[in-house]
Each structure stands twice: as C-alpha cells, then as structure tokens.
C-alpha cells in the first residue's frame, strides 16, 4: 500500500536532522521525496512552506525537475493551484512571503498567461525593490508581459537601475524618447543610457552636453555608434578623461575601441605615446593614497 503524503515527509524530516550532512544521508532524503508523485509532491510543498528551508529546496528542485521532463495539463493545473494557494497564503502570513515569491519565481516560466499575469500584478502592486526585482526578471525578453507603465513608474519612484535597464531594452520607441533625459538627469550608467538612444536615434542637445561632461566614454561610444562628428582634439580629451583600468573600469577600453571604430588614427597614435606616462602617473597616485590611508 503507497504511503501517505504525511508518512513520506514524516521520513523526510527523519533524515533531515542534524547531523545529516554525509552525502548518502542526504540522498536518503532526495530519495524520499521522489516517491512523491505530481499531486502529492505540489502538497507536500505546500503544508512544508513553513518548514526547514533544505526540505523546501529539495522539493522545490524536484518540481522544477518534473516540469522540465514533461507537464500534462492535469499536472499543470495542479501547478496553478499550488501558486493560488500559496499566494492567499502569502497575503495572509508576511512571514511565509518571500518563500512563497522564490516558489512563483521559479515557476514562472512553465506558468498559463493568466496565471503569469495574476504573479506580475501582485509583484507590482508590492512595489518593493525585492518583488520588482522579480517582476524585472520575469517579464525580461519577454514583449507580451512587460509593462513599460509599471517599468517607469518604479523606476521614477526608486531610481532603481534594473528598471532603467529594462526600460532602455524593452520599452518601445515612443517611451523611451521622451525620458532619456531624465535617464542622463539621474546618472543612469553609461550603458545603458547609450543603449536607449541608439535604439531612439535621438537625445536632446542639453542630453549630449551632459553626456560630454560626464560621460566621456560613453559620449565616444555614441560617436562611433552614431556617426557623431567628434574632433581628433576632443576624441584625445575624452580618452584621457576616463577613469584608469586602475579605478576598476573598462570606461578608458571602451573610450579607445571608439575611438579605432572612427578610424582616428592620428588620435590612436597620440594615446600610443602618452598611455605609459599616464599608467605610470595613476600607479603613483596609487601607492600614495594606499600609504596615506590611516591605520585602522
């Protein structure tokens, strides 16, 4: 006779407690669980989501196993109880929140639309960083969830740079002109803000005068990109504003791989000469602030 669902994780738990860190032990325990068919595993993840969280993720990783080899529709709406039910439970217990959202999101993808849609909403309802970060991640390369209108309203509300991102890949052309100015205002990376005008075409000329202030590599990237006239005089300028490869950045590789995408020869040599002096000078400047830093 097969074992009630209340049996099985009654030997799961048996086999979970410390110390049961040997690798056989803990094969005992995955064992267990794969005597756990599709229904009586969803329920198993449900009345244990309370539980010790190495229970949770051994069950949870066995789901995500099965949905992978196959999901018959029963089976799916079985799936899209368990996310129902855990999301009403989720309402009702703070506590079992963030449990419940890392279950949703690693369901996502083997979700029904509606059911996709119902998970989005209540993310961007929150509209804490944790739940848009999932949101983010969710409806990422993905046109018929995204929403450019929650997107850019959590982002204006937090500045946080996921959104920003999102929004300069995702959001259609309409959308992105008319804030990539604010994206400049609020000192967006250089990435990104390169990535949303080369997919408008376009910036507004106090955008590029910022740009050419603070983002030197960037605006040498817009150039080459673009086809933006920059001097040979500027171009040399630009490079040697970037921050080193000692300040932990690629900005000074990126500003020189434009600068060869313009075919400005004349400035490459120019920086051939003077990049030894340059790397010398930034080592320097290096070993002094190390030795002038106070002893902790």
């Not at 009345?47 to 949770?56: A, E, F, L, M």
């Not at 000329?205 to 983002?215: G, L, T």
Request: include cysteine; hydrophobic fraction near 40%.
């Amino acid at each position: 006779m097969p074992l009630s669902v209340p049996e099985i994780l009654e030997r799961i738990t048996s086999v979970d407690q410390p110390p049961s860190y040997g690798s056989d032990t803990r094969m005992l325990l995955h064992a267990y669980i794969a005597c756990l068919n599709f229904v009586d595993l969803c329920g198993a993840i449900f009345v244990t989501i309370t539980g010790g969280p190495s229970i949770r993720l051994a069950l949870r990783n066995r789901l995500l196993r099965l949905l992978r080899d196959t999901c018959t529709e029963v089976e799916l709406e079985i799936l899209v109880a368990l996310v129902e039910q855990t999301a009403v439970l989720s309402d009702n217990q703070k506590a079992v929140r963030q449990v419940t959202d890392a279950l949703h999101s690693a369901t996502f993808d083997y979700l029904p639309l509606p059911t996709k849609q119902m998970v989005l909403n209540r993310w961007a309802d929150r509209g804490t960083s944790g739940a848009m970060a999932r949101w983010l991640k969710a409806t990422r390369d993905k046109s018929d969830l995204f929403s450019a209108r929650v997107a850019l309203a959590y982002w204006r509300a937090s500045g946080d740079s996921r959104a920003a991102k999102s929004l300069a890949y995702q959001a259609s052309s309409e959308v992105l002109r008319p804030i990539i100015s604010e994206l400049v205002e609020d000192g967006e990376p250089g990435w990104i803000i390169a990535k949303a005008i080369i997919r408008v075409g376009w910036a507004a000329d106090e955008s590029w005068e910022k740009i050419y202030a603070e983002y030197p590599a960037t605006y040498l990237y817009l150039c080459a990109k673009t086809a933006r006239d920059v001097t040979d005089d500027e171009a040399f300028e630009l490079v040697k504003r970037c921050p080193s490869s000692y300040a932990m950045s690629r900005d000074r590789g990126l500003a020189i791989w434009a600068v060869g995408q313009m075919g400005k020869v004349a400035v490459i040599d120019r920086l051939r000469d003077e990049l030894p002096l340059w790397q010398h000078n930034e080592v320097k400047e290096d070993e002094q602030r190390h030795f002038q830093e106070p002893c902790a």
